[in-house]
């Protein structure tokens, strides 16, 4: 398995079909195939040698799916930049990454600005730190290299977004992701003809998931640049898509756009990713988009989907991430490591990372030692075997001596009428040790009375997991997978 086959045999059984699209530029898969062919070339006769790795610095655009592809090709390792990054972070995933090339868009070369980078640039829409990757790929031969890969070896390096720490570089191999697009072929109907669009960045490890896997699987992904509801439902409009993966960030903000403006007919199917959707807004997903299948995935860039709340379960399991996914097996444990109805979650699967780059200690903490990995959720599973995200392990509050699910706190803040959503963090407490905080994010227009707030959660919540402190802020800090950084609102505040 490798993930250049699809194309591959796409290019070759349906050549003119499209499958990029990306505002008036449409590349065919003949097209496709034939510049990542270049890409790889000019990548192996710039020096560089399988099993290296090349950084890639790029939002949704056209070229994403065939640099991939082309890096892939040439038996390299991609390694995804967030354009978010700070110089000096970019410099340390470079540097921990080894990359020996870098291949970007020049309106994003900020991010790498005064660092260090690979002896081998290439620019898209530019020359600005390098020479032109359209002149690379005009100047590269047009066979496919075929260069031999083990479908074990890694065809991507994608950094973690420093949630709870520095970065690391999560390994995750041709086998892995091949088996996640096959997989979702089968549980969302990709394939030939299938269109779809790229909402979420393709630099993190689902928006790309999401992104490529039509491409693989012969349909059409158009690209979304840069988000928009309104731009957004305009090109499910226009390019007639039928399925869309967002996260719950960009159902709240499609809450104030103007559904009814546009021809959604076309849509079959939404997935969630990221973050638990809170049950108010499921509620409203389920109300705003009848007849369209809602489906809500629970995963991780280390294990890849774990698990799926399918549309006959999203009305009578809200709050649920469903059953356990395509080949995947489960374990929820307690601290002792016995088998519990509440407890950390464990999983095994074929799409699990190798581990992480260099850091054998780091891969051995999340392990056990017949293949089941954890990424730290506390999980509830009832008696049909239904899972239910109770929150980070790392995220528990302990206030006086009691454990407090800040899941639980932020599901009844964002059921009061006005509010958008909710983060519930713990803070230092000379007395209780961490007393609990929230920050409230208010709906467009809205207004909320914070007493009567206060006495909406006195209301539903126990003496120890009542707000202490209810900060009103405009927005939540997010990484680029649209998972609140806990950690920065702790560390501002």
């Given at each position: 398995?490798?993930?250049?086959?699809?194309?591959?045999?796409?290019?070759?059984?349906?050549?003119?079909?499209?499958?990029?699209?990306?505002?008036?530029?449409?590349?065919?898969?003949?097209?496709?195939?034939?510049?990542?062919?270049?890409?790889?070339?000019?990548?192996?006769?710039?020096?560089?040698?399988?099993?290296?790795?090349?950084?890639?610095?790029?939002?949704?655009?056209?070229?994403?799916?065939?640099?991939?592809?082309?890096?892939?090709?040439?038996?390299?390792?991609?390694?995804?930049?967030?354009?978010?990054?700070?110089?000096?972070?970019?410099?340390?995933?470079?540097?921990?990454?080894?990359?020996?090339?870098?291949?970007?868009?020049?309106?994003?070369?900020?991010?790498?600005?005064?660092?260090?980078?690979?002896?081998?640039?290439?620019?898209?829409?530019?020359?600005?730190?390098?020479?032109?990757?359209?002149?690379?790929?005009?100047?590269?031969?047009?066979?496919?290299?075929?260069?031999?890969?083990?479908?074990?070896?890694?065809?991507?390096?994608?950094?973690?977004?420093?949630?709870?720490?520095?970065?690391?570089?999560?390994?995750?191999?041709?086998?892995?992701?091949?088996?996640?697009?096959?997989?979702?072929?089968?549980?969302?109907?990709?394939?030939?003809?299938?269109?779809?669009?790229?909402?979420?960045?393709?630099?993190?490890?689902?928006?790309?998931?999401?992104?490529?896997?039509?491409?693989?699987?012969?349909?059409?992904?158009?690209?979304?640049?840069?988000?928009?509801?309104?731009?957004?439902?305009?090109?499910?409009?226009?390019?007639?898509?039928?399925?869309?993966?967002?996260?719950?960030?960009?159902?709240?903000?499609?809450?104030?756009?103007?559904?009814?403006?546009?021809?959604?007919?076309?849509?079959?199917?939404?997935?969630?990713?990221?973050?638990?959707?809170?049950?108010?807004?499921?509620?409203?997903?389920?109300?705003?988009?009848?007849?369209?299948?809602?489906?809500?995935?629970?995963?991780?860039?280390?294990?890849?989907?774990?698990?799926?709340?399918?549309?006959?379960?999203?009305?009578?399991?809200?709050?649920?991430?469903?059953?356990?996914?395509?080949?995947?097996?489960?374990?929820?444990?307690?601290?002792?490591?016995?088998?519990?109805?509440?407890?950390?979650?464990?999983?095994?699967?074929?799409?699990?990372?190798?581990?992480?780059?260099?850091?054998?200690?780091?891969?051995?903490?999340?392990?056990?030692?017949?293949?089941?990995?954890?990424?730290?959720?506390?999980?509830?599973?009832?008696?049909?075997?239904?899972?239910?995200?109770?929150?980070?392990k790392k995220d528990m509050i302990v206030s006086g001596g009691v454990n407090i699910a800040p899941r639980e706190v932020e599901e009844v803040l964002a059921a009061f009428p006005g509010v958008a959503e909710?983060?519930?963090?713990?803070?230092?407490?000379?007395?209780?040790?961490?007393?609990?905080?929230?920050?409230?994010?208010?709906?467009?227009?809205?207004?909320?009375?914070?007493?009567?707030?206060?006495?909406?959660?006195?209301?539903?919540?126990?003496?120890?997991?009542?707000?202490?402190?209810?900060?009103?802020?405009?927005?939540?800090?997010?990484?680029?997978?649209?998972?609140?950084?806990?950690?920065?609102?702790?560390?501002?505040?």
């Open positions: 398995m490798h993930i250049a086959d699809g194309i591959r045999g796409f290019a070759a059984a349906s050549p003119a079909a499209p499958a990029v699209i990306d505002g008036d530029r449409t590349l065919t898969y003949r097209g496709l195939d034939d510049r990542s062919n270049r890409l790889a070339n000019a990548l192996l006769t710039a020096g560089l040698r399988p099993g290296e790795r090349v950084a890639l610095l790029l939002g949704n655009r056209m070229e994403y799916a065939e640099i991939a592809c082309g890096i892939a090709k040439a038996g390299l390792a991609m390694v995804p930049l967030n354009p978010r990054l700070t110089p000096g972070e970019a410099a340390y995933v470079l540097g921990h990454s080894g990359s020996r090339a870098l291949v970007l868009d020049d309106a994003l070369a900020a991010a790498v600005e005064g660092v260090e980078v690979p002896g081998t640039v290439l620019s898209v829409d530019g020359t600005r730190l390098g020479p032109s990757y359209e002149a690379a790929l005009a100047e590269a031969r047009s066979a496919d290299p075929r260069i031999e890969t083990d479908e074990r070896e890694p065809f991507c390096v994608a950094y973690t977004s420093g949630t709870t720490g520095r970065p690391k570089g999560v390994v995750i191999s041709h086998r892995s992701r091949s088996l996640t697009f096959y997989a979702s072929a089968l549980e969302w109907g990709l394939g030939l003809g299938r269109r779809t669009i790229a909402v979420a960045p393709m630099y993190h490890g689902a928006g790309f998931a999401f992104g490529y896997a039509p491409v693989h699987t012969g349909g059409t992904v158009a690209m979304l640049r840069s988000w928009d509801p309104e731009r957004l439902l305009a090109m499910i409009e226009r390019e007639r898509a039928q399925s869309v993966f967002l996260v719950p960030t960009h159902a709240h903000m499609l809450r104030a756009a103007g559904l009814g403006k546009y021809d959604l007919s076309s849509l079959d199917t939404l997935y969630f990713n990221a973050a638990a959707l809170p049950g108010p807004l499921k509620e409203w997903v389920l109300e705003a988009f009848p007849g369209v299948g809602v489906h809500e995935l629970y995963g991780s860039t280390e294990a890849g989907i774990v698990s799926t709340c399918r549309p006959a379960d999203a009305r009578r399991r809200i709050g649920s991430v469903g059953h356990p996914w395509f080949m995947t097996e489960v374990r929820v444990v307690d601290d002792e490591g016995n088998p519990a109805r509440r407890g950390e979650l464990f999983s095994r699967s074929p799409y699990l990372m190798n581990g992480y780059l260099d850091d054998p200690a780091a891969t051995a903490a999340c392990t056990t030692p017949d293949g089941f990995l954890t990424s730290g959720d506390i999980v509830e599973r009832d008696e049909e075997g239904y899972l239910y995200i109770v929150d980070r909710a983060a519930v963090v713990g803070l230092p407490d000379e007395r209780w040790g961490e007393r609990v905080a929230a920050f409230v994010v208010v709906l467009p227009g809205a207004s909320v009375d914070a007493e009567a707030l206060a006495a909406h959660c006195r209301a539903r919540l126990a003496g120890p997991k009542l707000p202490r402190r209810v900060e009103f802020v405009p927005a939540l800090p997010r990484n680029a997978a649209g998972k609140i950084l806990k950690r920065e609102l702790r560390d501002t505040h």
